[in-house]
C-alpha cells in the first residue's frame, strides 16, 4: 500500500499537532513546516504528495510561498486561512491552489478534502491514450500536454483536468456543478465559483478572449462550453 505523504505548513504548532494527528490516524505521512521558506524547502527535498498552507505565515506567507511553488512543481495545494473575504480565496485559487479550507476548521473536514483532492488522481483523463485535435489546439490526454500553433501552452494540472474536460465534448454546455463533479470530485466542499476561477486562468494561459472567445465560451446563467473549431 503506498503511503500519500502530507506537508502541514503553519506558523501554530498546535495546530500542526491537531492535523498531524487526525492524518496520520487516516494513513497519511505527515511533514511540518513552520514559515513559507521552510515549506518551499521540504516541498523541493521531499516531494510531498500535498500541502496544507497557512495563508498567514511569519516572513514569506502562503500566497508568496505558493507562487514560488508554482515555478518547480505542481503539488497539489490547499490554503488554509483565518480571513473568509472572498478577494484571498481568489487570490489563493488564481495562482494555482486546488482548494481552500478557512479556520476555524474541522480537522476531520480538512482530511476529507485532502482525499478528495488527492483522489482526483491529478489527471483521470489522461487514461484515454487519443489526442483532441482543434485548428488551435491539440491535446494529447496520455501525455498531458496541449500544443498550440505557437508552441506548448504551460497548464497547471488542475487547468489541463478543466480543459480536457470540456474539449472532450464540443459544443456542450457544462453547469459548474458538473465541471466540479468531472474535474474535482465528487464530494468536493468548495464554493462553485473556484469554477470560474479557474476557467479564467485557463482563458489567459490559452490567449481566449471572454469577450470574444474562441475557445470556451460562457453560457450565462449555466456554465461552459467548449466551441474550438475540429481539425
Known amino acids: 500500500m503506498v ?17 498531524r494527528s487526525y492524518l496520520e490516524a487516516d494513513g497519511f505521512a505527515v511533514e511540518e513546516a513552520g514559515d ?12 510531498p504528495d500535498l500541502v496544507l498552507l497557512d495563508v498567514m505565515l511569519p516572513g514569506v506567507d502562503g500566497v508568496e510561498a505558493l507562487r514560488q511553488l508554482r515555478t518547480f512543481t505542481d503539488v497539489p495545494v490547499i490554503m488554509v486561512s483565518a480571513r ?8 489563493g485559487l488564481s495562482l494555482g491552489a486546488d ?14 478534502r485532502v482525499k478528495t483532492v488527492l483522489r482526483r488522481g491529478r489527471g483521470s483523463p489522461a487514461a484515454d491514450p487519443e489526442r483532441l485535435r482543434f485548428t488551435e489546439l491539440e491535446i494529447d490526454l496520455a501525455a498531458r500536454t496541449v500544443r498550440a500553433p505557437s508552441g506548448l501552452v504551460e497548464l497547471s494540472s488542475l487547468e489541463f483536468d478543466l480543459l480536457a474536460a470540456l474539449a472532450a465534448a464540443p459544443g456542450r454546455v457544462f453547469s459548474r456543478a458538473q465541471l466540479l463533479q468531472k474535474v ?18 485557463l482563458r489567459a494561459r490559452l490567449g481566449d478572449d471572454a469577450t470574444d472567445p474562441r475557445l470556451i465560451a460562457t453560457v450565462r446563467g449555466v456554465g461552459y462550453k467548449f466551441i474550438g473549431a475540429a481539425a
Open 184 to 201: 474535482w470530485g465528487y464530494d468536493f466542499y468548495g464554493d462553485e465559483r473556484v469554477v470560474d476561477v479557474h476557467i479564467r486562468s
Open 3 to 19: 503511503v500519500r505523504t502530507v506537508l502541514v505548513v503553519d506558523d501554530e504548532p498546535g495546530i500542526r499537532t491537531v492535523l
Open 36 to 47: 513559507g521558506v521552510a515549506a518551499i524547502a521540504a516541498v523541493r527535498a521531499r516531494e
Open 84 to 91: 473568509a473575504e472572498e478577494v484571498d480565496r481568489l487570490v
Open 99 to 112: 482548494d481552500y479550507v478557512t479556520k476555524p476548521f474541522s480537522a476531520r473536514e480538512v482530511v476529507a
